[in-house]
């Protein structure tokens, strides 16, 4: 398993922006689909973002798309999501996520190497 850490949330008003990191424990990070979800109070864990150990593929959910990005390092062994017009309901635990699977996916059940997450609260 390859070690996760993330950084970068905080407390932000409606419109901010945001850009969370994900620190990874090395090498292994280029053989690793990456992923962010993310865990709002009283609701199951979700799938915000992913990409491929290569790059070549991104997928968001709808709710996401056009306002956060996801971005993978490979010579720095780095994830990151930058995160544009965030809303009151974007308030959640975020959690980087690596998948050693050979396919790629998004499904949270492939990811198999969690962070400890990352709190990000958006006021209106």
């Known amino acids: 398993q390859v070690q996760l850490v993330e950084s970068g949330g905080g407390l932000v008003q409606a419109g901010d922006s945001l850009r969370l990191s994900c620190a990874t424990s090395?090498?292994?990070?280029?053989?690793?689909?990456m992923g962010w979800f993310r865990q709002a109070p009283g609701k199951e864990r979700e799938f915000v973002a992913a990409?491929?150990?290569?790059?070549?593929?991104?997928n968001y959910a709808d709710s996401v798309k056009g306002r956060f990005t996801i971005s993978r390092d490979n010579a720095k062994y780095t994830l990151a999501l930058q995160m544009n017009g965030l809303k009151p309901e974007d308030t959640a635990v975020y959690y980087c996520?690596?998948?050693?699977?050979?396919?790629?996916?998004?499904?949270?059940?492939?990811?198999?190497?969690w962070g400890q997450g990352t709190q990000v609260t958006v006021s209106s």
């Open positions: 996520a690596a998948s050693a699977r050979l396919l790629y996916s998004i499904r949270l059940s492939d990811f198999g190497s």
């Open positions: 090395g090498r292994v990070f280029n053989t690793y689909h």
């Open positions: 990409v491929s150990r290569g790059s070549v593929t991104t």
